[in-house]
Each structure stands twice: as C-alpha cells, then as structure tokens.
C-alpha cells in the first residue's frame, strides 16, 4: 500500500478546497429546484445543470443556503479555538448565525437553538425524531480539523458539533460516516476503498442505510436516511464530479442538501480539475473565497 500524503500536503488541500467548493456548489445548484418532484424539475428545466437561483426561496444565482453557511460559521469557531471542536463555541456561532436571519432554517436546528438560548446548554435532548440531515449537511469544518487524529477523537469531535442541534444516534451514525469517508477521499484513497472502509460497519449496525438494493431514491426528504442513500447512489453511478451532482440534484426532494453533502464528497473524490469553471464562476465571490480560506486553514491547524 502507498503511503498516503500528510495533512498538510498540496494534494490534500487541494481536495479540501475542492471538497469545500463542492459543498457550496452542491448547495446553490440543488437550491434552485429544492421541494420539487423529478417530473416537475423535468417540466421546468429538462435537466437542471446551470446554477440560476430562484427556487422556493428566490436566490440569487450563486446564492448559497444553511448548508453551507452552518459549515463556515462551525468552521470560524472551530478556528477559534485552536481546532478544538467545544460544543459551547458551536452553539454560540450557530446562534449568532440565526441572529443573522439566515435565508433558510431546519426546523430541528431553530427549535434546540432557541432551546440553547433559554437553557445555556450547548447539547440537545436525545430525540428518536431527530434524524434529519442537520447536522449531517455541515460536517466538513469537523473532517478537515481532525484530519490525521485518532478514531476516538474524531468520533468526539463530530458528536460535539452535531449534538448541539441532533442528539439522535442515525444522525450520529451518518455524521460519521461522513466524516471518515471525506478524510479517506482527502488523502487519496479511491471511493471503493472508502466505502470498503466504512460501510459495513454502518450497515451492521443501521441496515435501513443501505443504497445498492435500493430503487433509485428519488424525492429525498429531511430525513438523513434518504439524504444519505440519495447521496451514495449518486456518487456510486455518477461519472465525475458535474455528473455526480446533477444526478442527485436532479431527484428533488432536499436537493440543497443533498448537492451539497454529495458536492463536498465528489470535491474530495475528483479534485479541484474536475470542478466546472462555469459554476465556479457563478459561485457568490465572498462564498468561494470563505470556502477556499477555511479549507486551508483548518488543514493547517490539522497539520499542528
Ligand atoms: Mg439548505
């Protein structure tokens, strides 16, 4: 086996920023046709593929939502504090984020902000109902910080962040899940070897995650499971990085989310060549360059 470059290496900030951009990418393009049914983004747009905005919740294009604006707020905290993931300093960039009257908001995430607000408890209640993709759509700021430490401190630091808004063990899981396959594609290691890694034992212990013996996920909703599935189908059929996110944007449904989290994956996978220069272009300015500095500097700190 090859050893595989360091944190710091220019491979693997290269993936990052890719993998950053992607996220955003992912997110403003899905936006566009969030909440609509696959025959309706037919209707509208045969196959939707420029990043426009408008959508339900009229953006501009190259307008980003909650996906990708959670991600950098947990990212400037993160930096913060010295890499560390501290549940309090979450919270607070999470509430000073919706002080901010942000574009869009998850029902789970206004509901144990507010909840944080009144009690100063930057954790949430433990909820069987929390299992939307919340917590899973903003998990890379976590990936790039902990790149290259321990398993168990990994799994610490992405519990930290998600369970400021999802206290909810499939949530948990996904958040994971995600976490550990964006490192592996960061250093190098093909998406075979990435699921190889890690899929299994989150199919051993959530079957209903399965995506291969499952019909085409289309509509995904809210609910991680779905996201997830839409997410991985996508990435499995898709050939390169504008395939891969049109296939998934394409399904409707959450596609917001599913673009982004899909878009971080395929950034990571394909590097920064196979970005279209189109949508970067497209790409609200101030975004792209957030996305590109956090990515760096959270690998630098990782690097330490
Ligand atoms: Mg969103």
Not at 19 to 24: C, E, F, N, P, Q
Request: net charge negative.
């Amino acid at each position: 086996m090859t050893p595989l470059p360091a944190a710091g290496s220019g491979a693997t900030t290269a993936r990052a920023e890719a993998a950053y951009l992607g996220l955003a990418l992912g997110d403003a393009l899905g936006a566009t046709v969030e909440f609509m049914t696959p025959r309706e983004i037919v209707h509208h747009f045969g196959v939707h593929r420029e990043i426009v905005g408008g959508g339900w919740l009229k953006l501009r294009p190259g307008q980003v939502t909650d996906d990708t604006s959670m991600s950098l707020a947990l990212g400037e905290a993160i930096l913060a504090n010295g890499g560390s993931v501290v549940p309090l300093a979450c919270a607070e960039a999470f509430d000073a984020w919706m002080r901010r009257k942000p574009v869009d908001i998850g029902n789970t995430v206004r509901r144990n902000l507010v909840a944080f607000r009144q009690t100063g408890v930057p954790v949430a209640p433990s909820s069987d109902h929390d299992a939307g993709n919340g917590a899973a759509m903003r998990v890379l700021p976590v990936a790039l910080a902990t790149l290259g430490q321990s398993p168990a401190a990994v799994s610490a630091a992405v519990q930290a962040q998600a369970h400021v808004t999802h206290n909810n063990a499939v949530s948990d899981a996904v958040c994971q899940f995600l976490t550990l396959a964006v490192q592996d594609l960061l250093r190098g290691c093909s998406l075979a070897e990435t699921l190889s890694h890690h899929l299994g034992s989150l199919l051993a212990v959530h079957p209903e995650l399965s995506f291969r013996d499952r019909p085409r996920r289309e509509n995904p909703s809210g609910w991680v499971v779905e996201t997830l599935q839409a997410v991985l189908q996508g990435l499995d059929d898709g050939d390169g990085f504008e395939d891969c996110l049109v296939d998934v944007v394409n399904r409707g449904g959450d596609a917001d989310t599913t673009g982004a989290i899909a878009g971080m994956l395929a950034g990571a996978l394909h590097g920064p060549q196979a970005i279209p220069r189109r949508w970067l272009k497209a790409l609200d300015p101030g975004v792209a360059s957030q996305c590109r500095e956090q990515a760096r500097a959270l690998l630098q700190m990782a690097a330490r």
